[in-house]
């Protein structure tokens, strides 16, 4: 387009802004982020020639066209997720077609920090949705006269230090239900009414464990658990540890076959409600989300092809095929991130940031190793909870200084008039 052509048209917005972010834990951002997810359009892929024949507004534009595809990238299905997405798509299907009045079971997804657990199961909620309301393009269960949003899944973050009573609000909030000088029971009462009257088929409560069991007080939260199950309504929890949480018995997982064995009740000692975790036990199946290994052929494999679908994604000037699968750079990934996939996404997108700063427009062992990833870098995350991962340090090197994309610089001085 020439200067005049943009003129008369007037100033248009690129098309790569990300507007409003939508919150999935309401219902209107959950709506929206399940209808819009997938439509981001990455940036085309040009070479170092065509991209100096650019004038500088349009390689400004692509540049920051080029920011806003690697802080997009893609999430990937891994072995480990597309495992546990199988398990829970299938329950989520096996229960809502299910028309007895009787007890769904449901699932706990336990694994590290980092490794993709919410974005697995909203994915897999979320494709639920859009084919189950293919089905029923109305609330079939809205009761005559009113205009009950329908709401065949809900996604909720359980809060932070979190109470029986603060995980009922969370839930009443998606649904954006009144609960206002509520007691618990009736706040039970409330969650199982919007549950029928928004025809909800899946509930998730994701970092579940953040709900401490270590006081007497806090076996309530147990009580609400089965409270929940009673409903027509796959539950799914998700956190960090769950197996030595409290929420279940101490378990084992077994070697040969990945499942979590749970030892009689009658195991557990003396607990102020030592029946609570049996039932959960027996009315949850445990699934882990592990990260990638790199001691076998198939762990090697595997982390290789996640390395060459993310390859793809990257819009780097001098990048090349295998730039990261070849030689030594599939092991230093690993070394730098081992194997979660949350870690290895924020060095890649740091990484590309200060490659395209620097003119270096690749991604070497050599530019990655000035990549320093801080806590803060990973916001939203409980560390008392076992929410925060073990970040690998950097390698020490004395030929390259310390890399400060993620430092506070203040705020610029102002230009000389």
Not at 43 to 71: C, N, W
Not at 76 to 83: K, N
Not at 319 to 346: C, H, I, Q
Not at 405 to 413: E, K, L, N, Q, S
Request: charged share 25%.
């Amino acid at each position: 387009m020439t200067s005049s052509d943009a003129t008369q048209s007037g100033p248009v917005a690129p098309i790569f802004l990300p507007g409003q972010i939508p919150d999935r834990t309401r219902w209107t951002g959950w709506d929206r982020w399940r209808r819009t997810r997938g439509l981001f359009v990455p940036a085309p892929l040009f070479t170092l020639d065509a991209y100096q024949k650019l004038s500088p507004r349009q390689r400004r534009l692509h540049d920051l066209h080029r920011v806003a595809t690697h802080s997009n990238l893609q999430i990937q299905e891994t072995p480990m997720s597309m495992r546990v997405a199988w398990r829970l798509r299938a329950l989520i299907e096996d229960n809502a077609f299910d028309c007895s009045p009787g007890t769904r079971p449901g699932m706990m997804i336990n694994g590290g920090a980092c490794q993709g657990k919410t974005e697995t199961v909203c994915e897999v909620i979320a494709g639920f949705e859009d084919d189950w309301l293919a089905l029923h393009a109305d609330n079939p269960l809205a009761i005559a006269g009113t205009r009950d949003i329908h709401a065949p899944v809900a996604y909720v973050r359980t809060p932070v230090k979190a109470t029986p009573i603060s995980t009922c609000q969370r839930i009443l909030d998606f649904f954006g239900e009144d609960y206002k000088g509520m007691r618990l029971e009736d706040l039970v009462r409330t969650v199982k009414d919007a549950v029928f009257d928004h025809g909800c088929k899946a509930l998730v409560l994701d970092d579940v464990t953040r709900l401490k069991l270590h006081r007497e007080a806090d076996q309530d939260v147990l009580d609400l658990i089965r409270e929940l199950m009673s409903l027509p309504v796959t539950l799914a929890l998700v956190g960090v540890g769950i197996p030595k949480s409290g929420l279940l018995r101490d378990g084992r997982r077994d070697p040969v076959t990945g499942q979590w064995l749970f030892p009689p009740v009658k195991d557990r000692g003396k607990s102020p409600n030592d029946e609570a975790p049996g039932q959960t036990d027996l009315r949850f199946e445990l699934l882990d989300l592990d990260p990638f290994r790199y001691d076998t052929r198939a762990g090697i494999t595997a982390w290789t092809g996640h390395l060459v679908g993310l390859e793809s994604q990257l819009r780097l000037l001098r990048s090349e095929e295998g730039m990261l699968t070849t030689g030594s750079m599939p092991e230093y990934l690993f070394s730098r991130a081992n194997g979660v996939v949350g870690l290895l996404k924020r060095l890649i997108q740091a990484g590309c940031r200060y490659a395209m700063e620097t003119g270096e427009e690749r991604l070497t062992p050599d530019l990655l190793d000035a990549m320093v990833i801080h806590p803060a870098d990973l916001p939203g995350l409980d560390p008392d909870s076992g929410e925060m991962p073990d970040i690998p340090p950097a390698p020490r090197r004395t030929t390259r200084s310390r890399n400060t994309v993620f430092d506070d610089r203040g705020t610029p001085p102002a230009a000389a008039g």
